[in-house]
Structures are given as structure tokens and as C-alpha cells.
């Protein structure tokens, strides 16, 4: 019997993966470092802590 949720992964694969269960930790959002609103609209965040552009695998130096 398959224990997986409907997870919209193909049964066949996720049947042959024996993954235990994971916990997430999500540290509470401080509302601090605010980008101004035009910056923030372009990076899709406010804050700044969070503006982490995908770079491919690139280090940005």
C-alpha cells in the first residue's frame, strides 16, 4: 500500500524512495533592514535580509 500523499509525484518513483519526515524550522521575520518600496517591488521583498538573487551557482563577489 502506498502511504504518500497526494503529493502530484509520480507514485511509481516515491514508492521505490524510503524518505523519512522532515521538520521544518522557519525563524520568526524581524521587521527590520526595509528596502524602500521601488527596490523592494524590483526584488520582490522589502526587506533586505531576504533579497537573495539566484545566481545559477555563481558566487557574487
Not at 8 to 19: F, L, P, R, V, Y
Amino acid at each position: 500500500m502506498n502511504n504518500n500523499m497526494n503529493c502530484g509525484c509520480d507514485s511509481k518513483m516515491t514508492d521505490k524512495i524510503n524518505m523519512p519526515i522532515a521538520m521544518a524550522y522557519v525563524p520568526w521575520q524581524e521587521f527590520q533592514n526595509i528596502d524602500n518600496f521601488k527596490k523592494g517591488y524590483h526584488n520582490g521583498t522589502i526587506f533586505k535580509d531576504l533579497n537573495k538573487p539566484f545566481l545559477g551557482g555563481r558566487i557574487s563577489r
